[in-house]
């Protein structure tokens, strides 16, 4: 369609933008903050758990400036004097701090919509905040759709304030472009049939017409029978001292209970009801107000994770935007010119302990998907972790760069190798040997492990019988997962040691007769294999103490929840920790010798299989592997028919290892994995 004059524009325009009745008048709302406060906030105890939890939880949180670094990076700039800004809104008023700053803003926002903040300009830069009352400012559209200027009432008297002198927050409102709709508005109705229902049973307590019960008497009472009764009563059960003592009846007299009336009993139901809705609304878990739940306080820390996770992150995300879109301006102009943002503020919820499980689990996904092969860069990105790119994490785990992946197995699973020459004889021996090997190292690093529960037990358990804080038990077996990590970067080498030692000398046997001389000894200082260490060691030992704190917690949880004493919780610990440094008569295998196992299989399959590598690169002959299942009922079935399957020596095997026990497989593949590998010329 061909625009002819700039007269149609600006109708078109004003079409899209503003009805033309608006044009130059205040944005009009029939919701008044003031009448919120009054008939809400002030009065329903429900409306003012739900926003006094999220306005705390707000305000709690701090706020910092970053400046771009490069295209992509971005860093903190303490002391920038925007930073100092929203720490000390007004410098002549320390009662209005930050906090405060915001916990009003929160309390506008939630139950009028609208939050308004008269921003100070001193020489183009903001110098001071100002909470402005939301009833007494609207703003005035020019007929194009912008903000003409903001009209603020003082005694009676309109004053035009620039619009770059006002942060405006708001929830949109579909209907209204200019003004925010409340959270409270959606739960008016409920809120006021609340209040009538408390109006109600008030009246009726004070007004009561009906008894709690009644005195019965078998036989025919006179006149001064009855006064006499009815005075023994009024003496023996009225009044507070009273209360609740024991009936003395004499004369064949009997007590009836009266029930609770219908009226009674529905005022109770439409009460609950009406307090989930209104916790609906606000997007708050009753149990975080202390309403009446039965969910168990087992589900708080759920509920508080889910609180931070649904209702507060994105309303955290809502302030970021507008103040980076307002007073963020002055400091950052090429903002205004089309330009990539130099400056900006952030929040920082990285200590809000309920957060700090959220990402324990993020960091587990990360694990998996890093063993599935998706490079740690794209993890990074997709999980919000936060962490800086590293060079080469644009690769797959396991692929050295400049080496290329095969073409036909590049982004999927490697198709099956083919089948060894083998005898069965000959697969049988080698893997009695090898386990027999590898067996004897799990005996021996049991021990540790098994001494490494003891320590954490007694340290654990003397911990919550002084505190009986479930915070401080979680946090001090965090501060044990370093303990763990220094007994496997201890236990790792040796195993490697002297599996990557016989993995070599197998390599060197088979090219003896080709090449008699000495070649070199299996160097376990070479990067590949230290890096292998660490990486491994800070996973497991994470792993270890992520499952000690998911039990700990259901035993505390539970115990709390069935009224045990600390000393009663405490002994429940210590027999968990019993339990997995102790075998069971009825348990093949317990935890310590899981964990023994486990780390014992996956260093010697590494050890063995880069023994082989280095004795590949440093003889100069191309080797193929062939894996070995366990001969045993035991053997996974998978595992059963990859017997026999032979890959060139640095290709993975059809379930995605590179060698049995490999930690970068799925778990499914590795836990209690007994199977083997051994080595020949590539044919």
Not at 508 to 527: H, Q
Request: charged share 25%; hydrophobic share 35%.
């Amino acid at each position: 369609m061909d625009i002819k004059t700039k007269a149609e524009a600006e109708a078109i325009n004003t079409l899209q933008m503003l009805p033309t009745w608006q044009h130059k008048k205040p944005a009009w709302t029939d919701w008044s903050t003031s009448r919120a406060i009054r008939e809400g906030y002030n009065a329903s105890v429900w409306v003012y758990a739900c926003v006094e939890k999220i306005a705390e939880a707000a305000c709690s949180v701090p706020w910092h400036v970053q400046k771009r670094i490069d295209e992509d990076e971005w860093g903190r700039d303490e002391g920038h004097p925007l930073e100092h800004l929203l720490d000390n809104p007004v410098q002549a008023l320390p009662l209005l701090s930050g906090r405060t700053l915001f916990q009003i803003l929160t309390q506008h926002l939630y139950l009028g919509g609208n939050g308004l903040w008269h921003v100070v300009l001193s020489g183009g830069y903001p110098v001071e905040l100002w909470p402005l009352l939301p009833d007494r400012i609207k703003p005035v559209p020019t007929k194009d759709g912008l903000i003409d200027h903001y009209e603020y009432t003082i005694e009676g008297q309109p004053q035009p304030i620039p619009p770059e002198n006002i942060a405006h927050f708001l929830f949109p409102d579909p209907a209204n472009m200019y003004w925010g709709i409340s959270k409270l508005k959606a739960a008016a109705k409920i809120v006021d049939t609340d209040l009538e229902a408390i109006n109600w049973n008030k009246s009726a307590m004070q007004n009561r017409a009906i008894s709690d019960g009644v005195f019965t008497f078998k036989g025919v009472m006179t006149k001064e029978q009855w006064e006499e009764a009815r005075e023994q009563v009024r003496l023996q059960h009225q009044g507070a001292d009273n209360a609740r003592t024991p009936w003395v009846l004499g004369a064949d007299a009997a007590w009836q209970q009266m029930s609770m009336s219908p009226a009674e009993m529905d005022f109770i139901n439409s009460r609950k009801f009406n307090m989930y809705e209104i916790h609906a609304v606000f997007g708050v878990d009753p149990l975080l107000t202390g309403a009446p739940d039965h969910s168990g306080r087992a589900n708080k820390t759920e509920a508080k994770r889910e609180f931070w996770q649904d209702t507060i992150i994105p309303y955290l995300d809502k302030l970021q935007d507008g103040i980076n879109n307002t007073i963020v301006l002055p400091f950052d102009p090429g903002r205004r010119k089309g330009k990539k943002p130099q400056l900006r503020v952030v929040y920082d919820v990285a200590n809000v302990e309920a957060l700090q499980e959220s990402f324990h689990l993020k960091t587990q996904s990360a694990e998996r998907l890093y063993r599935m092969g998706v490079p740690f860069n794209n993890i990074n990105r997709r999980l919000e972790m936060g962490f800086d790119e590293i060079p080469g994490g644009d690769r797959p785990y396991g692929i050295p760069t400049g080496m290329q992946l095969p073409e036909e197995t590049a982004g999927s699973r490697p198709v099956t190798g083919r089948k060894s020459q083998w005898t069965e004889e000959e697969k049988t021996f080698r893997w009695k040997a090898m386990d027999r090997e590898i067996t004897a190292w799990e005996r021996r690093i049991v021990p540790d492990v098994e001494e490494m529960f003891s320590r954490e037990g007694d340290a654990v358990v003397d911990l919550f019988e002084k505190t009986g804080s479930e915070a401080e038990v979680l946090r001090a077996i965090d501060e044990w997962t370093f303990e763990w990590e220094g007994l496997l970067l201890s236990a790792y080498p040796r195993v490697i040691q002297h599996f990557g030692s016989s993995g070599y000398r197998e390599i060197e046997n088979l090219v003896k007769n080709i090449n008699p001389s000495r070649s070199k000894d299996f160097d376990i200082t070479k990067a590949t294999i230290t890096r292998w260490i660490r990486q491994n060691a800070a996973t497991k030992c994470t792993i270890i103490s992520e499952y000690t704190k998911n039990v700990i917690r259901g035993i505390i949880e539970t115990g709390i929840r069935d009224d045990l004493s600390n000393p009663q919780i405490a002994k429940l610990i210590k027999d968990k920790y019993e339990w997995w440094k102790v075998p069971d008569p009825q348990m093949r295998s317990y935890r310590s010798m899981r964990i023994a196992r486990t780390e014992t299989h996956s260093a010697a399959g590494f050890g063995h299989h880069q023994g082989a590598v280095s004795a590949m690169d440093d003889l100069g002959v191309e080797t193929e592997k062939t894996w070995i299942s366990s001969r045993d009922p035991r053997v996974r079935d998978l595992h059963e028919i990859m017997d026999g399957e032979t890959m060139p020596l640095t290709e993975l095997y059809s379930n995605g290892l590179m060698y049995p026990g490999d930690p970068q497989g799925a778990t499914e593949e590795v836990i209690h994995c007994r199977c083997g590998e051994i080595y020949q010329f590539r044919r």
